[in-house]
Every structure is written in C-alpha cells, then in structure tokens.
C-alpha cells in the first residue's frame, strides 16, 4: 500500500511563497519567519522587507536617498528600519541640558502619514538641520504642513474627513546615526473643538515613564466649503507643565528614545497604553498647576498679613506717639 504524500510549505514554489508574505504586515511576518528554517530564510528577504516598509509608510517614496541609501545602511537593511520604527518607545525619564558629553543627531528626518480610515492621505518626509545655535536654544517644534501657504492644501484628502478616525505615524530618523523612533501613539489621545477658530485639533501624544515630559503632535483639521481639510500638523516636546523644550533638550529625549527598548506587536493594547500614559501626564500637569496655585496664594496671604501688620504697627505708634 502506497503511503500518501504530504505537501509541506518547502513544496510550494518559492515566488509563491513570496507572495503570501507580502501581504502579511509586520507582526504577521515576524511571526511566519519563527514557524520553519524555510519560513525564517525567505521572511529575511531584503525585498520582503523593503515592500513591508513602503506599504506601511508610503511617506518613504518621496525620500529616495532614505529609501535607497539610509535604510538599506541600516545593520539589518530594511527589517531593522522595522524593527525600530514600528513598535512604541520608551522616552527618557529625564530631561534637561544634556551638556557635551552626549553626541546628538546632527539632522534629523521626519517620516509623516497620516491615514483616514485606513487610507493614506498625507506622506511628507522633512529635513531638520540640529547643529544651530538657533535651534539648539529655541522650543523644539517641527511643522509638516503651513497654514499660511495656499498651496500645502491636502488636495488628496477625502471630502468628508471623520478627525477621531485618522491615524498617524511620524517617525524620526537619525541618517547618520542609523536610528529611528516612531513618536506617534498611532490613535488620537484626544479630539477636542478650540474655542475661538472652530477647528477641530486632534492629538497624538507619546509620554515618558515617569510622565514628566511627552512628545505632542498636533493635527488641525479645518472645516470649509468643500469639506474637512487638514490645515496643520506639528510635532513638539512638553514638559510637565505644558512648556515647549528647546532643540537640544529635545534632541537628547529623542536620541534615548531611539536607544532605549521598545514595546508593541500591534494589537492595539499599545496604543490604549499610550493614551493612558498621556491622561496621566495630563493629569499630573494639573496637580503641579493647582499645587503652584495654592503656594501662590499661601504667599499672597503671608504677604498681605505682612503688609496689614506693618500698618498696624505704624497706625499704634502714629496713635500713642
């Protein structure tokens, strides 16, 4: 009796395998290449890795040298590009003048999507030089998109854009250093109306460990005629009490958070995680605030008990002078 032959995953002809693993996302694929040697071998591909990437952050087309000689540079080529921008990062604890003894990013480059429902809308790549004076001393900001300018209009955006429904991915590249963070937590933390334009702003937000410093990225999105538009996007690092960090300060958090270990297998705990991680930095901003209130008001009142005492005194002694 012949026995019956099994057709196993080595069997099927390797372009087909290919193919299949081209449609996995990142978690998935990770996953296929720990099943066989045979899995482990083709899933370590350059080639998967590289349509992973750009089908992920379409945002890397418009950067041909970063896609073609920065992250190819990378130790693992593309799959370390991955592997450091799509997880979530741990921020550095402390923050501060990091002094000379640390070597920071002499540029910095910024991958933006922004996705409605799942589509892409928005790819931007921006360069930021780190090395001036000017930056190293003013509040760190990065602007993808100028309201001022007619013509940065996201033609490609949908008519009606649903604000709470988009995601967002910005990661942050050190060409030289071969690094990269993503500092987005992927879903709004919040959406909120501002109170004088009638704007809808929507947050994204990564805090540190000990909640004293968070890295805030802000989408505006405008209503008008023809629809929603966004008309606004920025990345930013606060402290504890809302003030913008200068670029050297920001540049060491951002240099650690790159550095340091990271977590995520995109199930989506991760960004519940990062939305709670803001509510608390939120909510430690306003104890600081209502503390700072009450000692200004324990020294108002010490002030003015001063002051009545001293013109007592003087109306005693004015009196029985």
């Not at 990437?53 to 590009?81: D, K, N, V, Y």
């Not at 001022?148 to 991915?169: F, H, N, R, W």
């Not at 500092?183 to 540190?208: F, I, Q």
């Not at 010490?302 to 009196?319: N, P, Q």
């Amino acid at each position: 009796m012949a026995l019956a032959h099994t057709t196993t995953i080595e069997d099927l002809h390797l372009d087909l395998v290919v193919h299949a693993l081209r449609l996995l996302d990142g978690p998935a694929l990770a996953a296929a290449s720990c099943a066989t040697t045979h899995l482990h071998s083709v899933a370590s591909h350059p080639d998967v890795w590289h349509d992973l990437c750009l089908s992920t952050w379409p945002s890397l087309r418009h950067h041909p040298e970063l896609l073609h000689a920065i992250i190819p540079s990378f130790a693992g080529s593309h799959r370390s590009f991955f592997s450091e921008a799509y997880p979530f990062p741990f921020l550095a604890g402390q923050y501060g003048d990091p002094g000379n003894t640390i070597k920071l990013p002499r540029e910095l480059l910024s991958a933006v999507d922004i996705y409605h429902k799942g589509v892409p809308i928005l790819s931007r790549v921006i360069e930021t030089e780190t090395e001036s004076q000017w930056f190293n001393g003013s509040p760190f900001r990065v602007d993808v998109l100028d309201r001022k300018d007619p013509d940065q209009k996201i033609m490609e955006t949908p008519a009606v854009v649903s604000p709470g429904e988009l995601t967002l991915s910005w990661i942050v590249i050190d060409p030289e250093g071969r690094k990269a963070v993503n500092l987005s937590s992927r879903r709004p933390v919040t959406v909120d109306k501002h109170w004088y334009s009638g704007e809808t702003v929507v947050k994204y937000a990564m805090a540190n460990g000990d909640r004293s410093v968070a890295a805030m990225i802000t989408v505006t999105v405008a209503s008008e005629e023809e629809g929603a538009h966004v008309r606004e996007v920025s990345l930013m690092l606060e402290d504890e009490d809302g003030i913008c960090l200068n670029g050297k300060e920001s540049l060491a958090i951002i240099k650690g958070a790159m550095e340091g270990e990271k977590f995520g297998r995109g199930r989506g705990e991760e960004e519940e995680q990062a939305k709670k991680r803001y509510e608390e930095h939120m909510e430690r901003r306003k104890e600081r605030k209502e503390r700072r209130a009450r000692n200004e008001t324990r020294i108002d009142t010490c002030c003015i008990a001063i002051g009545v005492s001293i013109f007592l005194a003087f109306m005693v002694l004015v009196v029985f002078r």
